[in-house]
């Protein structure tokens, strides 16, 4: 059974840093490609960055390059999204989820590349 679970979130102040984790089970990274969004309030969800489960090969959304990084940790099936630097734009709920190169080749942000969705977590950038 495919589970996805991000944690991490909470209240963090601009300027500053965080990790978001998303644990997976039910399946091997090596076969797919994990990607991280977020939904801000009112607004639609948006890419932020994913990762190849295979080669680790990465790819960024242009607004985010430079300030995030995304890593894996195989042997805890854990994928991890620091984020640097962190802005009020960044609020908002980050869901993980995975997709399959298989279907869909390459790296890419585009949402209905991804079949299966985590619950999200919380970030709220704030003074």
């Known amino acids: 059974q495919l589970q996805l679970t991000e944690s991490g979130g909470g209240l963090v102040q601009p300027g500053g840093s965080l990790t978001l984790s998303c644990a997976f089970s039910g399946f091997s990274l090596d076969y797919y490609v994990i990607g991280w969004f977020r939904q801000a309030p009112g607004k639609e969800r948006e890419g932020v960055s994913c990762?190849?489960?295979?080669?680790?090969?990465?790819y960024y959304a242009d607004s985010e390059r430079g300030r995030i990084t995304i890593s894996k940790d195989k042997a805890k099936n854990t994928v991890f999204l620091q984020m640097n630097s962190v802005k009020p734009e960044d609020t908002g709920v980050y869901y993980c989820?995975?997709?399959?190169?298989?279907?869909?080749?390459?790296?890419?942000?585009?949402?209905?590349?991804?079949?299966?969705w985590g619950q999200g977590t919380q970030v709220t950038v704030s003074s």
């Open positions: 990762i190849s489960g295979s080669d680790g090969s990465t």
């Open positions: 989820a995975i997709s399959n190169p298989v279907v869909f080749a390459g790296l890419a942000l585009d949402a209905y590349r991804y079949h299966f």
